[in-house]
C-alpha cells in the first residue's frame, strides 16, 4: 500500500467519525438546575463524593460571600478614597493612594479584609499604609499608629451595627 492509499484511508475514516447522529432533543439547551438534577456536567460520573448537597449549594449560588452590613459599611466609610478593587465574594476591598487636601505630602491606602459572614468583631482585618513625601520628592513609607486602625475598625463596626439595626425594624 502507498503512501497515498493510506492518506485517502485516513481521510475517508475522519470523515466516517463525522457522521451527524445527533437526535434533535439533543441540541437543546439545557438549563444549569436541570444539568444538576440529571447528572449531566459530572466529571466523575453520578457517585461521585460531594458535600453539602442541593441545599448548599443553593445558599453558595447567591449573595455576597461575605456579612453584608460589614461590606456596606466598609464601603460607606472609606468611600472618601478611590476603591481600586472590591470582591464582594472574597470579601477584599482595595484603595488607591489617596492624599488628603489639608496635607498633600502625605498620603494613605487602606486593604479591607472581611474574614467572615458573621458580624464579629474578628471578622474584619485591615491594612493601613501611609508614606510622606521627602525632601527629594520620594514617596517614603511611614508607621501607621496602631490607634488609626483600631479607630478605622471602630467605625466600621458603628456603621454596620447601625446598618443592622435599620434592617431589622
Not at 485516513?10 to 437526535?23: E, K, M, N, P, T
Not at 456536567?41 to 448537597?53: C, E, H, I, V, Y
Not at 496635607?103 to 491594612?127: A, M
Request: glycine share 6%; charged share 25%.
Amino acid at each position: 500500500m502507498n503512501l497515498k492509499n493510506l492518506f485517502s484511508l485516513c481521510i475517508l475514516v475522519s470523515l466516517a467519525a463525522c457522521s451527524s447522529d445527533f437526535a434533535e432533543e439533543d441540541l437543546t439547551p439545557v438549563q444549569k438546575d436541570a444539568r444538576r438534577n440529571k447528572g449531566m456536567g459530572k466529571f466523575l460520573g453520578d457517585d461521585t463524593l460531594t458535600f453539602g448537597g442541593a441545599k448548599k449549594r443553593a445558599q453558595e449560588d447567591t449573595g455576597l460571600g461575605v456579612n453584608s452590613y460589614l461590606w456596606r459599611a466598609t464601603l460607606d466609610t472609606i468611600s472618601f478614597m478611590p476603591i481600586v478593587s472590591a470582591d464582594p465574594f472574597g470579601g477584599v476591598i482595595l484603595t488607591d493612594w489617596y492624599s488628603p487636601p489639608q496635607s498633600p505630602k502625605e498620603r494613605l491606602k487602606i486593604n479591607v479584609l472581611i474574614l467572615d459572614r458573621q458580624l464579629r468583631s474578628d471578622g474584619l482585618k485591615i491594612s493601613l499604609f501611609r508614606q510622606e513625601r521627602d525632601s527629594t520628592g520620594q514617596w517614603v513609607d511611614r508607621p501607621v499608629l496602631p490607634e488609626t486602625v483600631t479607630d478605622l475598625e471602630n467605625a466600621i463596626f458603628a456603621r454596620a451595627r447601625h446598618f443592622r439595626s435599620t434592617a431589622v425594624k
